[in-house]
């Protein structure tokens, strides 16, 4: 994943455990520039590894470390230049939910390497909405939540999301009914 996953992953710890506790993650892990480059791709294994050992390290869950920085993420992004993106891509949460993939395509612009997920949403109702997820990747649907609830956040929303039965090797992805 791109070096701007793991910054934020790095300023989630620091923030939140001060940077004594990023280095041991880093030390674990055996990552050891001094920084990660935003615009640069890495094997998505060290995005996976610094979860695992903040988790080992930080006695967190790994999913709700994942979760966290979901979360976390929709602030992040907007600080870190992306904000007249976000601002663009919806003045309602169901809108931006529909235009997830075009955000992903305007970084893909920047981003050549970047291998995002794929969404859609269908059977919108007043107060819910169903979103396809599909991704390249295992074991995001932790990471995934935190973002629609910083998006539901943004938008002064407490949303619920609950990951409805779907075949396995469905071809279409995860669906996720999302209730505010
Ligand atoms: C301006 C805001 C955003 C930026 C800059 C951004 C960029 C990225 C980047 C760089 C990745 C890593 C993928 C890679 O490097 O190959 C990623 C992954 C992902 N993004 Fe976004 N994104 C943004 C907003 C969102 C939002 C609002 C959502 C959903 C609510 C979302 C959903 C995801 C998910 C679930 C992944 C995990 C990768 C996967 O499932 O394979 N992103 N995004």
Redesign the pocket.
Known sequence: ??G??NKAIKDLVVENHGQEKWQEICTAVGFEESDFISMS?YP?KLTYDLVGAASKILKTDANAILEAF?EY??LY??E?G?GD??DL?GASFTE??GN?DM??LR?NNM?P?????L?STQNETKNSVELL?K???KG?VP??IG??K??GKRFDMVVQIEELPSAESSEKGLVFKITW
């Not at 390497?113 to 997920?117: G, I, M, T």
């Open positions: 994943m791109y701007l996953v791709p998505d979901g993420w929709i992004t907007a870190q992306y993106l976000l891509s931006f939910l997830l955000l992903h970084i981003m390497e970047l291998k995002a997920p969404f997820y991704s390249h990747r995001l990471m995934l973002l629609i910083g998006l």
